[in-house]
Every structure is written in C-alpha cells, then in structure tokens.
C-alpha cells in the first residue's frame, strides 16, 4: 500500500500564501494596508464584517491568520507591542489567580506584573523553569497559568516544554510560552503541548526592525473568544500598517532564519574560543547546561547570546568599538544588534534583583544578524581586544 503523504503545507509555504492570498479585488500579490477608523454599514445591524478599526481590521484579520497557521494554533490575535500581548495575556486572569513565571525573563515582564498587576489582587511566583520540579512544586490551587520563555533573556536557559506541559495539564494549569528568540522556524511550543505561545513580532517574525507588535497564538476558541473582547475593550491593537510590515517579514522567515541560525553556531564558537571572552551562553555550545535539550527541542539553536567580559568597565570599552554591530535594544533584525542588559533591557530589575539570577554588570547580549559571518567576528575581534 502507497504511503500516504502529508496534505500540510511546508513552513515557507505556509509563510508565504496563509493568509497572504492575492487580493480578490484587484488581483494585487500583497495584502492591502486598509488604513480606516470605520467602515459604512449597509443598513442597521447589517455590515460585511466589519464594524469598527479598533475591533477589527482587515489586513489585521489577514496577519492574525497567517501568524496562527504559521504556529501551528487555531487562532491568532495581535497587539500593539510584545509587553501588549503579555498584559492581555494576563487580563485573562482575575483577582486571585495565581501566574508562575521563568525568573529570569525579558525585564519588562516582571516590572509590568511586579509593579502594575499585582496591584489587581494577582499572585506572582519565579522559579527556575528549566528544572520541571521546581515548577510543579511552585503549583498551588490558584494557579493559572504557567509562564515560560526558552531560551530565557539573556541568559538563554532552556525549559522542557513538554514536560512543563504534562505538569500543568494533570492540574487543570494552562502553559503559555514566549517562542520570540527562537520564532516558528526553530520552535514548535504547541506541538509539545503549549497551550498558547507569545511573541514580539517586533523581533524576528518582522525581522526588519521597522515595525513594533506582540501576538498571541492560541490552541482554543474560547481563548481566542477572550482575547478578542480584550482587544476590543483595552485597544492596544497593532495598527495596519504595522501588521502588513509583519506580514511582509514572515514571507522570507524560513530563509532568513537558516542564516541567523548558520551566524549565531559560528559567532558563538568564535566567542568561546576568544582569549578575552570569560563565558559565552548559548544552547548551541556543547558546555551549555541543556545543551542536549536544546538539540530535542529545537530546530537549530539561532543567533541569540550573550558573552561576559568580567566587569562593566570591560563591556563599556568593548561596547565602544564596535563598527558593524549596531548598540541597542531589541533583537531580531537582519542587522546585527547588541546590548547591555544591566544598564537596557533589565535595568528595571535593579541590582539586587539582577544579581539573583545571575545578570551580571560584564554581561553583553548579541543578535547575530544576517550579515557576512566573517565581518562580525573581524568587529567583535577587534572590540573584543580593547579590553
């Protein structure tokens, strides 16, 4: 008997036509920008499916197709930033509710939930994801929702999401997973059992560093159903254009991500062998902690990292001679980013709270880029070696 073959559409396929079929209109091979605040009624509760630009919008309903098929969810819905995603994520919860959180997560998740939410009467708890126990002995009556990112900003630590999964679905607890440093090329979180997965689309689903935006993807129609009256409600919706830059960035996401991933395994070997680097992290290096998790788990272990100096005046010297690598925050793009994350992106957290979980002053993070490999490790070299 034929074997019968598999009626999926590939990744670039999926990221290419879903949700980005020509315009039946005029034919047009791009989803048009429908730039409204309003759409005419045809008569008293009669319309063609649209009523209004904050709840929806037709190049936002084309983006939130594409982005669910992409993931491989049921449905998608986007927001005005990544931080809009995660506070509508947690708006799904109510007073009482009880959220686990990766302790060592992009800076900006604990401020909002630290120094806004907890103040809604929501219960907040930070463990070490990336030891499963540690996460079910964390779990308590209340708890909700289990919030994991992998690889973990900056210190890339890795969770096993389907063992997380298990833990959370014998008690009842959702999983929701920030996929944004891997993206869907190199993660598959809700075919380990994720039940919904985050991302900033600013980063590498945009991949252009032109357009801020946060989605999340979900596996239910009742998640979905919520989130909607969320975006309806809150308004921190992403604008057309935006979702038709996203859009456009999906298209080249496969390829784009081969050539991260192809940078980062190579710039990070150059680090770890590099006199004046004294640690690198990255799920790519044999010495990782969860190195062969990260070889189960992950299509390829991509270009995020970060590198430790030894001291800030040794990242402040190391920072100020870099040429092609661009200072600042943010990731993803096709040029190469690097940042600070003590004095940037986790500056919220304070010192005490940096040292705690191991963000250290000397700690530089790296978005590899798509540029020629060898251009970044002749900058990087010749930074490297004012220290």
């Given amino acids: 008997m034929a074997k019968k073959e598999n009626s999926r559409p590939g990744f670039a396929t999926t990221c290419i036509h879903t949700g980005q079929e020509p315009d039946p209109l005029t034919g047009a091979v791009t989803v048009p920008i429908y730039p409204t605040s309003t759409y005419v009624q045809e008569g008293l509760g009669k319309n063609k499916g649209y009523e209004y630009a904050r709840v929806s919008n037709p190049t936002r309903t084309r983006l939130e197709q594409n982005l669910a098929a992409v993931e491989g969810g049921k449905h998608a819905r986007v927001f005005a930033s990544g931080m809009a995603a995660v506070s509508a994520m947690a708006t799904m919860l109510k007073g009482g509710d009880h959220l686990i959180c990766s302790h060592n997560v ?18 907040f708890t930070y463990v070490d ?12 009556k209340n708890t909700r929702i289990v919030y994991v990112e992998t690889p973990t900003n900056p210190l890339m630590t890795v969770s096993d999401i389907a063992a997380i999964a298990k833990v959370c679905h014998k008690r009842g607890v959702d999983l929701v997973v920030d996929n944004t440093f891997c993206s869907p090329y190199l993660q598959h979180p809700i075919e380990l059992g994720a039940d919904m997965v985050v991302h900033s689309t600013t980063k590498f689903l945009n991949g252009h560093s032109d357009g801020l935006g946060g989605v999340i993807i979900c596996t239910r129609d009742d998640q979905a159903e919520q989130l909607a009256f969320i975006q309806k409600s809150v308004g921190a919706i992403m604008s057309p254009f935006e979702c038709w830059l996203v859009l456009r960035g999906v298209k080249s996401l496969e390829v784009r991500m081969i050539k991260h991933d192809q940078n980062g395994r190579t710039v990070a070997a150059f680090l770890a062998s590099h006199k004046k680097v004294k640690k690198v992290f990255y799920p790519g290096l044999p010495d990782h902690p969860q190195h062969e998790l990260a070889r189960r788990q992950m299509a390829g272990f991509g270009s995020m990292m970060s590198l ?30 690097i940042s600070h994350p003590a004095t940037m992106t986790h500056a919220a957290l304070g010192e005490k709270g940096r040292k705690a979980i191991g963000i250290t002053d000397g700690m530089v993070r790296l978005s590899v880029g798509i540029e020629d490999a060898r251009d970044l490790i002749a900058d990087l070299d010749q930074a490297l070696n004012a220290i």
């Fill in 129 to 140: 994801t990336s030891n499963t126990a540690a996460v079910e002995r964390a779990l308590k």
């Fill in 106 to 123: 992009y800076g900006g998740v604990p401020r909002l939930f630290n120094q806004i939410l907890v103040h809604y009467g929501l219960e």
């Fill in 308 to 337: 430790e100096t030894g001291s800030l005046g040794n990242a402040k010297r190391f920072l100020s001679r870099v040429r092609l690598c661009s200072l600042g925050e943010s990731l993803g793009g096709v040029e190469t980013l």
